[in-house]
Each structure stands twice: as structure tokens, then as C-alpha cells.
């Protein structure tokens, strides 16, 4: 039977250590362990992008990576976003309902910026394709984002 052990890494600018099954997520590593709830359980099956973070800048599927393969690494989640620009214009436009997608589709509009700043609105929704709504109709959604993208807030 295996053992716990102890992954270090980075969430959010702050060094932690958590001790965990070597298959566990880490989606469940950032909300059990170090009670980050922002990401959340959608599918479990990497289809609905609610659980969406950055890992070394990348966006991944917190439900689908193994927490030992963030030992090392810099993981930043939706806290570690809470002042960035891409926040603001989802607040301003309106871009929220239920909130179960909302940080994933803020996550993935970060890596967007990250990714290409003069993004159009076809290249945005493809690099949205990967989150799911249920409430917004992503109008709204893209709105705000292309806003982000923009340098503007609504």
C-alpha cells in the first residue's frame, strides 16, 4: 500500500508543503489540504475547465494533474488573481451567475493575455472552449474578457 508524501511547491507566491497520497489531485490538494476553494469539481474528467489553474504559467486542469507533478512547480489559482485586471472586468461586466465556471473562465482569460494580447474575438473563444457555462449564455462571459484584453474595463 502506498505511503503519504510530502510535495512541496509554490500556490500563489507562498512556498507550501502539504503531505498527500501520490495520486491524489490536485485540485483536492488545493481545496482539502490548503482550503483553496476557487477552483472547483465540475466533471473530474477535464471537460469543464471549473477547475482550471496555472502551473509555471500554463493552464491546466487541476482535476486531471497529479499533485506530485506540481512539486517544484509555481501553481497560481483564481486567490492568487483576486486583484488582476481580467477580475474587474468580469465583476464590471457582469460575467458572473452561479460562479462554478467563473474562476475557471477567468484563469483561462489570464493565459490568453499571457498568450496574445491582441487576441481577437475567434482566437478568444477557442481558448475558451475548454470551460463550460450553464448560466451565462457566454455572451457576457466573452464580453468582459475581450474588455481584459482590451485593456479596458466594462
Known sequence: MAEPVRVQFKVNGVDREVECWPMERLLDVLREHLRLTGAKEGCG?????????????????????????AAGRTVTTIEGLANHPVVDAFCEGGAAQCGICTPGMVV??????????EASEDQLRKHLAGNLCRCTGYRAVLESALAALAGTKR
Open 45 to 69: 474528467e477535464g471537460e469543464c475547465g471549473a477547475c482550471a489553474v496555472l502551473m509555471d504559467g500554463r493552464l491546466v486542469n487541476s482535476c486531471l494533474v497529479p499533485a506530485l507533478e
Open 108 to 117: 483561462a482569460t489570464v493565459d490568453a493575455l499571457a498568450r496574445n494580447v
